[in-house]
């Protein structure tokens, strides 16, 4: 006779480190989630200023982000940091690399508004009439 039992792990309890955590707007039913890998140059600008339709809620691997949303000073994430914005219309002005000499490589999640566009560019005439939005570090 074999023993069928298996050898259970208790290691998943505490195998976890919490990165963030975060009551996002609310979702409608309908949503998409699409989950990228991003990966810039050593100093890259990153996207041009851009939305998204829903939260996006991103991690760095390596390197430094340049990350500043509409109504918030620019901050720099670094590699094991999370970060997460909150969508609708809110401007994310900067995704880029911080730094000149080494890559910059970052997943993020993004959560689309049904019938939603996942990125949507902004163009340079909305930026001029929401600059007051817009914090100086």
Known sequence: ?????????????NAFTMLQEVEPPFVPDGFHAMTVVIEYPAGDPGAPPHRHSGPAFGYVFEGEMLFELEGEAPRVIKAGEAFWEPGGDVIHYHDGNNRSDI???????????????????????????????????
């Open 103 to 137: 890559p910059l490589k970052f997943t993020v999640t993004m959560l689309c508004a049904p019938g939603g566009q996942m990125i949507t560019l902004v163009d340079e005439d909305e930026l001029a009439e929401r600059a007051d939005r817009r914090v100086q570090a």
């Open 1 to 13: 006779m074999t023993d069928t039992t298996e050898q259970r792990s208790s290691t998943w309890q």
